[in-house]
């Protein structure tokens, strides 16, 4: 199938072909059908995730189907769920020029903690067609009670960098936020994005949280090319920080138009980016960039790398996931990359293209990282990813889940357990744990029982 003839001449004005897994979950999409789209960093995936969504926005306003667009009201329509804010706000900015440029009538706008207060009353005042947010603000907007209200009228769910959430706490709370949307949103689905995964259906299970999720592969992508950096400073026995090869990567920065700098801890990146600058006769624009910043901070230098204006940054985990920034030519890994595919992410952030292929060097901390970061390179050679072990139900989370879930409306604790058991997660949880988690937040355990403060549920 090919796209309607707005969307091709959008296409063609920009020098595109739509690739086959574009096509795929749009054809998808309008069987009703929900996806996990696996393919390699600059494969069109964010794209190809919204499409669907724009086209049927555009073709039921278009055709003066869409009531709540005509009286001026706001009906949430597509929700986009990212691990990063930098990411969502990225996407966002992004998803301007095709609005834009096809004269679309479609409103998008994101949400995270960084957002102002009196915005993110009136997004749910008057939601927008495309919402980008992260897990915690979806959290959040579950637990208000105009929860039903809110997204009733949900048509799909987004989630961006799947992989990332599988298995971590994060990722369990998130299975249950899923499947709370899905008992509010009768007609969602639900697509998934994601890097390329050692087990491919393990990850569609995830996202099965109302009905079976088919798997799109996008086409491979160039063979990134990774070498060590060879400091002329002696290597050290111990330490994590890198120190030895800062004046390296300085002149590495030099001889490229952008780099991103990555590195493990936000305290490394403090030092290393001290170091940086210490050394920076030329006077080079170079950034910092970790979650420990202030939300200005952030911004600017978000904003100064998608204009072109820094030569580098120094970054943690904050920026190496989904983030499209054409001009990074370059990616520097200081110390080990604690893991293949984690490390297949961040190189992925440079030459953002399908066919073109990524530039990275990596700097050991010390001589055992030598070795960690040689059998990295041999992985990559092999294309063999790494994974995280399956983690077993996270009671913790379900406490937390529990409340915000009360918080919106009361809880039929039967019907309740059944949705927490859609998720992959919590798939066998016993119901003996369930209840005592359930009773745990509704008393506060034996060892608080008798502090009525601590009582966090009632019965109606």
Same mark, same amino acid.
């Given at each position: 199938?090919?796209?309607?003839?707005?969307?091709?001449?959008?296409?063609?004005?920009?020098?595109?072909?739509?690739?086959?897994?574009?096509?795929?979950?749009?054809?998808?999409?309008?069987?009703?059908?929900?996806?996990?789209?696996?393919?390699?960093?600059?494969?069109?995936?964010?794209?190809?995730?919204?499409?669907?969504?724009?086209?049927?926005?555009?073709?039921?306003?278009?055709?003066?189907?869409?009531?709540?667009?005509?009286?001026?009201?706001?009906?949430?329509?597509?929700?986009?769920?990212?691990?990063?804010?930098?990411?969502?706000?990225?996407?966002? *900015?992004?998803?301007?020029?095709?609005?834009?440029?096809?004269?679309?009538?479609?409103?998008?706008?994101?949400?995270?903690?960084?957002?102002?207060?009196?915005?993110?009353?009136?997004?749910?005042?008057?939601?927008?067609?495309?919402?980008?947010?992260?897990?915690?603000? =979806?959290?959040?907007?579950?637990?208000?009670?105009?929860?039903?209200?809110?997204?009733?009228?949900?048509?799909?769910?987004?989630?961006?960098? =799947?992989?990332?959430?599988?298995?971590?706490? %994060?990722?369990?709370?998130?299975?249950?936020? +899923?499947?709370?949307?899905?008992?509010?949103?009768?007609?969602?689905?639900?697509?998934?994005?994601?890097?390329?995964?050692?087990?491919?259906?393990?990850?569609?299970?995830?996202?099965?949280?109302?009905?079976?999720?088919?798997?799109?592969?996008?086409?491979?992508?160039?063979?990134?090319?990774?070498?060590?950096?060879?400091?002329?400073?002696?290597?050290?026995?111990?330490?994590?920080?890198?120190?030895?090869?800062?004046?390296?990567?300085?002149?590495?920065? *030099?001889?490229?138009?952008?780099?991103?700098?990555?590195?493990?801890?936000?305290?490394?990146?403090?030092?290393?980016?001290? %170091?940086?600058? *210490?050394?920076?006769?030329?006077?080079?624009?170079?950034?910092?960039?970790?979650?420990?910043?202030?939300?200005?901070? #952030?911004?600017?230098?978000?904003?100064?790398?998608?204009?072109?204006?820094?030569?580098?940054?120094?970054?943690?985990?904050?920026?190496? =996931?989904?983030?499209?920034?054409?001009?990074?030519?370059?990616?520097?890994?200081?110390?080990?990359?604690?893991?293949?595919? #984690?490390?297949? &992410?961040?190189?992925?952030?440079?030459?953002?293209?399908?066919?073109?292929?990524?530039?990275?060097?990596?700097?050991?901390?010390? %001589?055992?990282?030598?070795?960690?970061?040689?059998?990295?390179?041999?992985?990559?050679?092999?294309?063999?990813?790494?994974?995280?072990?399956? #983690?077993?139900?996270? +009671?913790?989370?379900?406490? &937390?889940?529990?409340?915000?879930?009360?918080?919106?409306?009361?809880?039929?604790?039967?019907?309740?357990?059944?949705?927490? *058991?859609?998720?992959?997660?919590?798939?066998? =949880?016993?119901?003996?744990?369930?209840?005592?988690?359930?009773?745990?937040?509704?008393?506060?355990?034996?060892?608080?029982?008798?502090?009525? %403060?601590?009582?966090?549920?009632? &019965?109606?």
């Amino acid at each position: 199938m090919g796209l309607p003839d707005l969307f091709a001449r959008w296409f063609e004005s920009r020098g595109w072909t739509p690739r086959g897994h574009q096509l795929a979950l749009v054809d998808l999409a309008q069987r009703g059908k929900s996806a996990l789209l696996i393919a390699p960093t600059g494969g069109g995936k964010t794209l190809a995730g919204f499409l669907p969504s724009l086209i049927e926005l555009t073709e039921r306003r278009l055709a003066g189907r869409d009531l709540a667009h005509k009286q001026g009201k706001g009906e949430l329509h597509t929700l986009y769920i990212s691990p990063l804010k930098a990411l969502a706000t990225d996407i966002r *900015r992004n998803l301007e020029a095709p609005l834009a440029e096809m004269q679309l009538p479609v409103r998008a706008e994101s949400r995270t903690g960084d957002t102002p207060q009196s915005r993110r009353l009136r997004q749910r005042e008057r939601p927008p067609d495309l919402l980008m947010t992260t897990p915690e603000s =979806l959290a959040l907007l579950l637990s208000y009670p105009d929860a039903l209200r809110f997204f009733a009228s949900l048509r799909c769910v987004i989630v961006d960098e =799947l992989h990332s959430f599988a298995t971590s706490k %994060r990722g369990h709370h998130l299975a249950l936020c +899923l499947a709370r949307v899905a008992s509010l949103a009768p007609h969602v689905r639900f697509v998934g994005l994601s890097a390329t995964v050692s087990d491919p259906p393990a990850l569609a299970e995830y996202l099965a949280v109302k009905d079976e999720v088919e798997i799109v592969h996008g086409e491979a992508g160039a063979q990134p090319h990774v070498v060590l950096i060879d400091a002329q400073e002696r290597l050290p026995w111990g330490g994590h920080m890198g120190h030895h090869a800062v004046p390296e990567v300085y002149n590495i920065i *030099r001889q490229h138009k952008t780099s991103i700098v990555f590195v493990n801890t936000r305290a490394q990146a403090e030092l290393v980016f001290d %170091r940086l600058w *210490r050394i920076n006769e030329d006077n080079l624009a170079i950034g910092l960039h970790h979650g420990s910043l202030a939300v200005e901070q #952030r911004r600017k230098v978000e904003a100064a790398m998608a204009a072109g204006k820094l030569r580098a940054v120094v970054a943690t985990s904050s920026l190496d =996931l989904g983030i499209d920034w054409g001009d990074v030519d370059l990616v520097i890994q200081m110390g080990a990359p604690k893991g293949v595919s #984690r490390l297949m &992410q961040r190189i992925g952030r440079a030459n953002h293209r399908l066919d073109e292929p990524s530039r990275a060097m990596i700097a050991p901390a010390n %001589r055992f990282e030598v070795l960690e970061s040689l059998a990295a390179l041999e992985a990559i050679e092999a294309r063999e990813l790494d994974g995280d072990p399956p #983690r077993p139900p996270c +009671l913790d989370v379900l406490a &937390q889940h529990i409340v915000g879930t009360a918080c919106a409306q009361p809880i039929d604790r039967d019907a309740f357990f059944e949705e927490v *058991r859609s998720t992959q997660p919590y798939r066998d =949880l016993p119901r003996q744990d369930f209840d005592d988690t359930f009773d745990f937040v509704a008393t506060g355990g034996y060892a608080l029982a008798a502090y009525e %403060r601590w009582h966090r549920l009632k &019965q109606l």
